[in-house]
């Protein structure tokens, strides 16, 4: 839907972010209302859903009042908290940092989507440190189920209407899998292609920022401005499909759902295509990497601040004891090997498909799922997408993810399109109803 939006569309959860730009643009959608129809969203879901660390509607309101302008006029807009903002506070989901920490400006790719027309309506919730430790955020459709993590706050809030684009970001799965458990589109660009200055540092040679949205063609539209690359935007068009194969790796948790082959089934692409034999190695080797990296830049708050530090992040921190950094230079060298041999991967497809996650959403609140289906993804610094295949067997949504070779983000953002409007078509696209009370159901 690219149809331009109207207030009540924001109010009811089934805005597009395309329609309020458009709307806003044109002059029939003043960001005033936009604003108030997103403070009186986050309002009714909120307190149950706490998807935000930080939403002040004094501050959403005079950025609408200041106007907005740019492929992103209007858009109400969720930051992940490890992203610095200079008028909101950036405490990384923990208390080692107080609750007015507030860095002197914003972080490049911030100023970039608020110079493009976005209003900020606030930080959203993140693991500590986007590590282990989960913050508040509930799933919108179940309340006893996790939204995923680290980027938990950004896809929740995105699922139940209170923004229309937001930030992640992924180190192991961080947005592809939330994605994923929450019924909505993210992606996990190629390194380097959005800049990281800013963002809290974790592994420097996995951390990307990862956009999300409400559908893949939003997403595509995020992506051309977090990427300074108009050509990334994905018209409304119809899409050919690339050619594509299924890939289901057996050493991976099992796919409970069958996501993966209810999709190709639709898509028509049945081929398979079996792992390399180093497609196994490199899940100890992102491990190793993550890890020498991570004791380099959580130290400060390691040393400095222990006490302050969730259990969770202690176990996390604890399980760095002992890398080496031969260790991690075997995991890099693994990382580069694999990338020479990027055709037995591939096995002559231009993209691959596979689960986004095992399934739908666990029960349980003091974990965000397992990373097993996106980390070696993440490794080698494929990009990858999370396309919304439906609900599960409990009613819940799925997503699988789509990959591509090195660099080609725009091909495989217009993939990712083309995969969603046949999975829409063939009945795929239905939501899930909230779990809470809300003016509509998204």
């Not at 606030?122 to 980027?151: C, H, M, W, Y």
């Amino acid at each position: 839907m690219s149809a331009a939006a109207t207030a009540r569309d924001i109010a009811e959860g089934h805005a597009t972010a395309r329609g309020v730009a458009a709307a806003v643009r044109a002059g029939t959608l003043a960001p005033e209302a936009v604003a108030e129809a997103v403070i009186a969203r986050i309002a009714a879901v909120e307190p149950w859903l706490r998807a935000f660390a930080c939403h002040d509607p004094q501050a959403l309101r005079r950025a609408a009042a200041s106007g907005a302008a740019g492929p992103l006029a209007g858009v109400p807009f969720g930051v992940k908290d490890v992203i610095d903002t200079a008028d909101l506070p950036t405490c990384h989901g923990s208390a080692a940092y107080p609750a007015d920490w507030q860095p002197a400006r914003d972080a490049p790719v911030v100023h970039l989507v608020r110079q493009a027309g976005a209003l900020i309506a606030g930080k959203t919730v993140t693991t500590e440190f986007a590590t282990a430790a989960p913050g508040p955020t509930v799933n919108p459709f179940d309340p006893e189920r996790t939204p995923g993590g680290s980027s938990s706050g950004s896809a929740a809030a995105l699922a139940a209407g209170l923004c229309l684009m937001a930030f992640g970001t992924q180190t192991s799965g961080s947005t592809i899998r939330p994605a994923s458990y929450c019924g909505v589109a993210g992606m996990k660009p190629s390194p380097g292609l959005i800049e990281r200055h800013g963002v809290k540092p974790l592994a420097s040679s996995l951390d990307v920022v990862g956009p999300m949205a409400r559908d893949l063609r939003d997403l595509a539209l995020l992506a051309s401005v977090a990427m300074r690359r108009p050509e990334m935007a994905v018209p409304d068009a119809p899409l050919p499909l690339a050619p594509m194969a299924l890939f289901l790796p057996a050493h991976e948790p099992a796919a409970e759902t069958g996501v993966a082959e209810r999709a190709a089934s639709v898509l028509g692409a049945a081929r398979q295509v079996r792992p390399p034999a180093w497609w196994e190695a490199l899940g100890p080797a992102q491990a190793d990497v993550f890890a020498w990296e991570a004791s380099a830049a959580l130290a400060p708050e390691r040393d400095l601040h222990w006490d302050r530090l969730a259990p969770a992040t202690h176990a996390f921190l604890r399980r760095q004891d002992g890398i080496t950094a031969a260790r991690w230079q075997a995991g890099l060298a693994a990382r580069d090997r694999a990338l020479g041999d990027l055709d037995a991967l591939f096995g002559g497809a231009e993209f691959l498909m596979t689960q986004a996650a095992p399934g739908e959403a666990p029960r349980g609140l003091a974990a965000t799922g397992p990373a097993a289906y996106n980390i070696r993804w993440t490794l080698l610094g494929l990009p990858t997408v999370t396309v919304p295949a439906g609900l599960g067997p409990a009613g819940l949504p799925v997503g699988v993810q789509i990959a591509g070779r090195p660099g080609e983000d725009a091909r495989l953002l217009r993939q990712a399109a083309a995969v969603e409007d046949r999975l829409r078509a063939a009945g795929l696209e239905a939501r899930p109803r909230l779990a809470g009370t809300v003016p509509a159901q998204v």
